[in-house]
């Protein structure tokens, strides 16, 4: 079992992950997933102080889901997905994702980020599904990613860099990215 078996590839890969508070409550976070020879089950995640964080420190373990649905994404970024998001509980599959993987954490660099190495134990592909590549849902990933910084700076440079993500979404989105974007418009207002 390698890294590439379930779509990873060299470099960051941005997966929902799935992790479990001690008490056993859901969490579900966009997070990347640092690849340097996806040959391997070896991988390593960079963690801010947030609640993936602090259940892959009580717990050690992490989910990893591949999925192409905006609105997983965007609730993902903002909250944390209910039960009722999921087709499994034991793995956590979310509802129409790609492929799962668990990842045994490790920590190895403390800090703000801390570094965990991820070692790949178990996994499937669910959907052999094709989507040509869409730029309305790559500007939605990269909106996500300055209003998770925007929500905690307020810099205004990241509200134009939002801005410019929305035409993307409105120009070469379905009609899904564009209901996701509202949602994110939403939690920065
Ligand atoms: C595409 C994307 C990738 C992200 N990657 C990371 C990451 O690698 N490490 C991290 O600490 N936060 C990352 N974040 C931010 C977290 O998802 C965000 O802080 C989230 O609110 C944490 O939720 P939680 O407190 O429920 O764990 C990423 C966000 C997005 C949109």
């Given amino acids: ?3 590439s078996d379930f779509g990873f590839t060299e ?3 941005e997966i929902i992950a799935v992790t479990f508070s001690r008490d056993g409550k859901i969490n579900t976070a966009p997070i990347g997933i640092i690849v340097e020879d996806a ?4 991988a390593k995640v960079r963690l801010f102080y947030s609640h993936t964080r602090e259940n892959v420190v009580a717990t ?14 965007v609730i993902s970024t903002f909250e944390d997905l209910g039960e009722e998001w999921f087709e499994s509980l034991n793995p956590p599959v979310i509802m129409n994702s790609l492929a799962w993987c668990e990842f045994e954490c490790e920590k190895v660099r403390d800090g ?6 991820l070692t790949l134990k178990d996994g499937a592909i669910l959907r052999k599904w094709l989507r040509a590549v869409n730029r309305g849902f790559n500007a939605l990933i990269e909106a996500l990613v ?9 810099n205004p440079s990241l509200l134009k860099k939002i801005e410019e993500c929305r035409i993307i979404v409105e120009k070469c989105g379905s009609r899904r990215e564009k209901e996701a974007f509202k949602i994110l418009l939403n939690h920065i207002r």
């Fill in 112 to 117: 703000n980020p801390a570094e965990f190495k």
């Fill in 39 to 42: 040959n391997s089950e070896f």
């Fill in 146 to 154: 300055h209003a998770t910084r925007y929500r905690i700076n307020r």
């Fill in 1 to 3: 079992m390698k890294l």
């Fill in 11 to 13: 470099g960051i890969n």
């Fill in 60 to 73: 050690r373990k992490l989910w990893a889901n591949l999925t192409y649905d905006p609105i997983v994404w």
